[in-house]
């Protein structure tokens, strides 16, 4: 297993333009995190999932941002009619399913949105 | 209302020397506290954790401590190299009390002169 996987690394879009990434876990790990991260600023937390289902949404996660878990495993993350303020590191982390642990983050997607 | 707060940007230290990084954090439910490190380009690396029964957790160069009554946690990097130097960014949770999600820092970025 080599970790958190994410694809596209670098995403460049237009205004308005439709936008989804992929987040492959670490295999074992039930609980799926998605976390933005802007210039200057720590993480912020998108949403969360436990296998396939959806337990915690943050306020960012505006209309326009849907994800989905659908077996549990790999996981999306759709942004729709994009914006200028979407540009950011959207970042994937998965952990364990007992026990207080931390995260294994990706590497990220970079989306500039132009 | 940012809830974990690294009030340095950015610290220098020279090789050899001990690099303290500061965070304080508001939320009296958090129990559990990471340290991660990140390269450009890269996503957070998991660094080191303490549980708020303890105040202290050391890995090799790396210790943290925790002092729950200011609500404060710091991590010791010494000695200090090269390598080391990066982005470090603190992180706090309660569990299911704070929304199962991690609450991260604006980061502190570190470098180690040689």
């Known amino acids: 297993d080599t970790g958190v996987s994410q694809n596209p690394r670098h995403k460049i879009t237009k205004r308005g333009q439709n936008v989804t990434f992929r987040c492959d876990p670490i295999s074992e790990h039930n609980r799926l995190y998605w976390y933005r991260q802007t210039l200057g600023q720590g993480p912020e937390f998108l949403t969360y999932f436990q296998n396939e289902a959806q337990l915690e949404k943050s306020r960012l996660l505006s209309d326009r941002f849907s994800a989905e878990r659908p077996k549990g495993s790999f996981s999306t993350l759709e942004i729709q009619r994009t914006e200028q303020g979407d540009s950011a590191m959207y970042l994937c982390a998965s952990s364990p399913r007992q026990g207080n642990y931390g995260y294994t983050f990706g590497s990220g997607t970079r989306l500039t949105v132009v | 209302d940012q809830q974990v707060k690294q009030n340095s940007p950015s610290l220098s230290v020279q090789e050899g020397r001990i690099s303290i990084l500061n965070c304080d954090y508001t939320?009296?439910?958090?129990?559990?506290f990471l340290w991660y490190k990140k390269y450009p380009a890269e996503g957070p690396t998991f660094l080191i954790s303490i549980s708020s029964i303890k105040d202290k957790n050391e890995d090799g160069r790396f210790t943290v401590f925790l002092n729950k009554s200011a609500k404060h946690l710091s991590l010791h990097i010494v000695p200090s190299q090269p390598g080391d130097s990066a982005v470090y960014f603190c992180?706090?949770?309660?569990?299911?009390?704070?929304?199962?999600?991690?609450?991260f820092g604006t980061g502190t970025s570190l470098t180690v002169i040689p």
């Open positions: 992180a706090a949770s309660g569990g299911a009390n704070t929304g199962n999600q991690f609450y």
């Open positions: 939320n009296s439910m958090f129990d559990y």
